[in-house]
């Protein structure tokens, strides 16, 4: 079976600070992906970035960086200098295929509150 | 604005009564995916469909249903309605061949609320 933990609930930052969410996933599988959502107050989910599980190269987008790290089954996500937009709920999720195909599982999700 | 379509974006009705919700894809996407998203369960994966076909299913209750039509949109038809029920559903589409290495993207959503 496949879980994703975020154990921060709640993280409140002030704007310009960096901030690191916490992902960290189990899966039997050899080949799966990673993937990061975003859900701002108006409730859509935006899809942030997908890795697989061969790749563990760490990426960065802008003020976004992700770092894939096999050996601690964790996929961090860190905001550098964040920004009041930054303000969402954030989600990990897995996909680990089998006969689950496209079925993703999502951590229970991170509440980030960026204080002006 | 992912290209996902979901009406209506808000629906209020009474237990025991049964509604349905409505997804476009992206155009050229295959794969049609449902997910619940409530306080007390999170998000939850409820059914796939490829190419008008089921892939998967999750935990889906049995008063629920849904179907993929030719011209790949999607209906989930909730029936029987308690209040538990009340919660934000999601149609997420996919544009290869509806497994792990898909990226899916969400629709808005329907609030449902089950008074």
């Known amino acids: 079976a496949q879980k994703v933990t975020q154990a921060q609930t709640e993280i409140s930052v002030v704007e310009k600070e960096d901030v690191t969410l916490d992902c960290v996933y189990e899966t039997r599988d050899t080949t799966y992906y990673l993937f990061w959502y975003k859900q701002p107050p108006s409730g859509e989910l935006v899809f942030l970035i997908r890795?697989?599980?061969?790749?563990?190269q760490n990426e960065i987008s802008g003020r976004y960086s992700w770092n894939f790290q096999k050996s601690t089954s964790s996929f961090n996500f860190t905001i550098t200098a964040s920004q009041v937009v930054d303000s969402a709920v954030y989600f990990c999720a897995l996909n680990a295929g089998g006969t689950s195909y496209g079925k993703l599982t999502f951590g229970q999700g991170t509440i980030l509150t960026v204080h002006p | 604005d992912s290209g996902v379509t979901q009406t209506p974006k808000h629906l209020i009705t009474a237990t025991g009564q049964r509604v349905t919700l409505r997804c476009s894809p992206r155009s050229g996407d295959l794969s049609v995916y449902w997910y619940q998203q409530s306080l007390d369960q999170g998000l939850q994966f409820l059914i796939q469909?490829?190419?008008?076909?089921?892939?998967a299913k999750g935990n889906i209750l049995e008063r629920f249903s849904a179907q993929q039509f030719p011209d790949l949109h999607s209906e989930l038809n909730l029936s029987s309605l308690e209040l538990g029920d009340s919660a934000l559903y999601f149609c997420?589409?996919?544009?290869?061949?509806?497994?792990?290495?898909?990226?899916?993207?969400f629709g808005p959503g329907t609030r449902l609320t089950v008074l």
């Open positions: 997420a589409s996919s544009g290869l061949a509806g497994g792990r290495t898909d990226t899916q993207y």
């Open positions: 890795r697989n599980s061969f790749d563990e």
């Open positions: 469909y490829y190419n008008g076909e089921e892939r």
